[in-house]
C-alpha cells in the first residue's frame, strides 16, 4: 500500500510541477505580449518566419512616400487590338510593325491598310 501511494504521489507531484510550468509560461507570454504594447511608437519590428520576414514601422517615424502602401494593379490590363472597330485584348503581335492584334482577320485588314496608304 504504500508503495501505491508513493507512486501515486509521485505522479500528482509531477502534475503539480507540469502544471506550475504551464502557468509560467503563460505568465511569460503575457508579459511578452503586454512589453509589445508598451513599446515606444518610433520602433521597427522585423518578425522572420517561415512566410519571410515582415518590417513594420511605426506611422510617427516619417517615412518617405515611396514606403507608402500602394494598391496593386496587377497585371495590368491587356492591350487592345489594333484592328479597324476591334476591341478585343490582343493575343499576337505583327512582326513587321509591331502592332497588336487578335486574329488573322485584323491582321490582313491591318496590313491592306498599310498597302492602300502606301500606294495613293
Do not use: W
Not at 503586454?34 to 517615424?61: C, H, Q, W, Y
Not at 513587321?96 to 492584334?101: C, R, V, Y
Amino acid at each position: 500500500a504504500e508503495a501505491i501511494r508513493k507512486i501515486l504521489g509521485q505522479d500528482s507531484s509531477r502534475k503539480k510541477r507540469e502544471d506550475k510550468l504551464k502557468k509560467r509560461q503563460e505568465e511569460l507570454a503575457q508579459e511578452k505580449a503586454a512589453n509589445a504594447k508598451m513599446l515606444a511608437p518610433s520602433t521597427i519590428r522585423t518578425v522572420m518566419g517561415p512566410s519571410g520576414t515582415t518590417v513594420a514601422f511605426a506611422e510617427d517615424i516619417g517615412l518617405p512616400h515611396i514606403f507608402d502602401p500602394k494598391p496593386t494593379n496587377y497585371p495590368p490590363p491587356r492591350e487592345k487590338c489594333a484592328g479597324p472597330s476591334c476591341t478585343n485584348p490582343y493575343k499576337y503581335r505583327d512582326s513587321k510593325s509591331n502592332l497588336p492584334l487578335c486574329s488573322l482577320q485584323c491582321y490582313k485588314a491591318i496590313h491592306a491598310r498599310m498597302q492602300s496608304e502606301a500606294n495613293p
